[in-house]
């Protein structure tokens, strides 16, 4: 199984910061990496697949990067919003798809 | 628009059979490519994939809970089902349905990688005696 670990685990952070968000995997995954947003009792939210293609819809402050077993989610501004838990997800060789294990991003 | 919604019973009794069910609206599990994953999260904990079924009935598993794992659909109804046998208090989760797609919309291609979008609003499922 390929296993997605995630740094750090958790971050505290102020609005207006740069915050980014790693994830690393086992062995390569090429470009075969998505990223979601959970908020406390709500369902993880679709923020980036492939890497590095923005989902319709999303804040551009948010951006990701990475191919290989290396990835990053940078979000360039926090808002308010974004305090949340961040998960990344690979099904590069599946089953199982498997995430990360979450980095939760709370207001200093 | 896409919409999943989860639905089944709140609490279970250890060694007995969950059964969830996952109501689609917005499109059709007939239609090549599409696909619903089944994905729980235990209080405070991570998500674990558990279950995919493609439009073409082609089924994947977890390794680590296949044996206890089963997942169906039923196009006349719009709904995957997904059993799970022997449940313990290990197995208290929120259990989401979620759409699996592969659609690019930035190339307006489809990529060979799966992800999900949107999710269902989840199911808290306690096992408890």
């Known amino acids: 199984d390929i296993q997605m670990t995630q740094s750090p685990s958790s971050l505290s952070a102020s609005v207006g910061d740069r915050v980014t968000i790693t994830c690393r995997a086992s062995?390569?995954?090429?470009?075969?990496l998505n990223w979601y947003q959970q908020k406390p009792g709500k369902a993880p939210k679709l923020l980036i697949y492939?890497?590095?293609i923005l989902q319709s819809g999303v804040p551009s402050r948010f951006s990701g990067s990475g191919s290989g077993t290396d990835f990053t989610l940078t979000i360039s501004s926090l808002q308010p919003e974004d305090f949340a838990t961040y998960y990344c997800?690979?099904?590069?060789?599946?089953?199982?798809?498997?995430f990360g294990q979450g980095t939760r991003l709370e207001i200093k | 628009q896409i919409a999943l919604k989860e639905s089944g019973p709140a609490l279970v009794k250890p060694t007995q059979t969950l059964t969830l069910t996952c109501t689609i609206s917005?499109?059709?599990?007939?239609?090549?490519?599409?696909?619903v994953g089944w994905i729980r999260q235990p209080p405070g904990k991570a998500l674990e994939w558990l279950a995919l079924?493609?439009?073409?009935?082609?089924?994947h598993y977890s390794p680590s809970l296949k044996n206890r794992l089963t997942i169906t659909k039923d196009t006349s109804k719009n709904q995957v089902v997904l059993t799970m046998t022997n449940m313990d208090p290990v197995d208290t989760a929120t259990y989401y349905c979620?759409?699996?797609?592969?659609?690019?919309?930035?190339?307006?291609?489809?990529?060979?990688?799966?992800?999900?979008?949107?999710w269902g609003q989840g199911t808290l499922v306690t096992v408890s005696s």
């Open positions: 062995q390569s995954i090429s470009s075969y």
């Open positions: 997800q690979q099904s590069y060789n599946y089953p199982p798809i498997t």
């Open positions: 492939a890497a590095s």
């Open positions: 979620a759409h699996r797609t592969n659609y690019d919309h930035l190339w307006g291609t489809y990529r060979p990688d799966n992800w999900f979008d949107p």
């Open positions: 917005g499109f059709s599990l007939t239609t090549s490519g599409v696909g």
């Open positions: 079924i493609f439009w073409d009935d082609d089924k």
